[in-house]
C-alpha cells in the first residue's frame, strides 16, 4: 500500500469527524465573538491577531488529542496488525496521520483567522499596514503551534499505556511544548521573532515526529 493511499484514507476518517467539523464552523463563529466582545480591538490589536492566538490554543490542543486518541485505540484494537503483516513502512502510519490532522486543523484555523481580517479590513479603524503584518505573523504562529502539538499527539499516542493517561500528558505538556517557539524570541529579545519561530517550530516537530517514529518501529505488534 503507497503513502498516498494511506494518507487518503486519514484524510477521509479525520475531516468526516464530528471534531473537525466542529472546528470548521466553530472557530470562525469564535472569531466573530471576539469581535463583538473586545468591540474591534484591544489596545490596538488586530482581530485577527487576536482570533490567530485563541484558535492556535485551541486547535493545537484538539489536535494533539484527536491524534493521541486514535494511535491508542488503534493500539488497544490492535489495528496496526493489519498494516504491519503487509510491506507497509511503519513511519507511513504516524506521518499520514500527522500530515491529515495538521491539513485539516489548519484549514480549520485559518478559515477562523481569515474571517477575523475581514473584521479587520472593513470594520477596524487599525492602519492596513499593522493589519497586514499582523495577518503574516498570525499564520506563521497558528501553523506552528498545530504542527508541534500534532508532532507531541503522535509521541505520546505512542508511549501512552491508556488514553486517560494520553489526555492527561497532552494537557498539561503539550500545551508547554506548543509554546516553546513563541517564548524563546521573547526571552533573548531576538530580532525577526516571527522567522525564529517559525525554524523553531519546525526544528522541534521534526525532533518529536523522528522520536515518535522511532519508538513506533520499536513496539512489537
Not at 38 to 54: A, H, Q
Not at 67 to 87: A, G, M, Q, Y
Not at 98 to 114: M, P, Q
Amino acid at each position: 500500500m503507497s503513502f498516498s493511499l494511506i494518507l487518503k484514507d486519514e484524510l477521509k476518517g479525520f475531516y468526516k469527524s464530528k471534531v473537525m467539523i466542529f472546528l470548521w464552523i466553530g472557530l470562525p463563529i469564535l472569531a466573530l465573538l471576539v469581535h463583538i466582545s473586545t468591540s474591534n480591538s484591544v489596545e490596538g490589536m488586530p482581530i485577527s491577531l487576536l482570533t490567530s492566538m485563541l484558535v492556535s490554543s485551541i486547535g493545537g490542543l484538539l489536535a494533539s488529542v484527536m491524534l493521541t486518541v486514535n494511535i491508542i485505540n488503534e493500539k488497544d484494537t490492535r489495528v496496526f496488525d493489519l498494516f504491519l503483516i503487509r510491506p507497509i513502512k511503519r513511519w507511513y502510519l504516524l506521518v499520514s496521520k500527522f500530515l491529515a490532522v495538521y491539513i485539516c486543523v489548519s484549514i480549520a484555523c485559518i478559515l477562523a483567522i481569515s474571517f477575523g481580517i475581514m473584521i479587520d479590513f472593513f470594520e477596524s479603524e487599525i492602519l492596513l499596514d499593522f493589519v497586514m503584518k499582523g495577518i503574516i505573523d498570525s499564520f506563521i504562529m497558528t501553523l506552528s503551534v498545530i504542527a508541534i502539538s500534532s508532532a507531541v499527539g503522535i509521541l505520546i499516542g505512542v508511549i501512552s499505556p491508556s488514553i486517560v493517561v494520553g489526555v492527561v500528558l497532552v494537557i498539561f505538556v503539550g500545551n508547554y511544548v506548543s509554546s516553546i517557539p513563541a517564548i524563546i524570541p521573547l526571552v533573548f529579545n531576538m530580532d525577526n521573532p516571527v522567522t525564529i519561530v517559525l525554524v523553531i517550530g519546525v526544528i522541534i516537530t521534526i525532533i518529536l515526529m523522528s522520536l515518535g517514529i522511532i519508538l513506533f518501529n520499536k513496539k512489537e505488534f
